[in-house]
């Protein structure tokens, strides 16, 4: 399980980056004028870097948190 942990994160990255990317690159149609065009593209890539690092957190809490679990059950082992 620990070796997917860090694959799948890179690719929950890359997913949420490329769908960013296309919704960027294909504005929807109520976006007429150019600058609500920058400006649908900074919404979406503001949330994309937001989506991005909160997911890594959530990662890496989880990686922590594994090995805090790993960690408890060999101290146990060894008491007894």
């Known amino acids: 399980m620990g ?13 949420l980056f490329g769908g960013a990317y296309f919704w960027a690159t294909h504005p929807p149609a109520y976006a007429v004028s150019v600058a609500q065009v920058i400006d649908h593209h900074f ?10 690092i909160q997911l890594g957190y959530l990662f890496w809490l989880a990686l922590k ?6 960690g408890e059950e060999r101290l146990d082992r060894t008491s007894r």
């Open 3 to 15: 070796r997917f942990i860090i694959p799948l994160a890179v690719i929950a990255a890359v997913a």
């Open 43 to 52: 919404v979406v890539a503001a949330y994309t870097v937001t989506w991005t």
């Open 65 to 70: 948190w594994r090995n805090q679990k790993r």
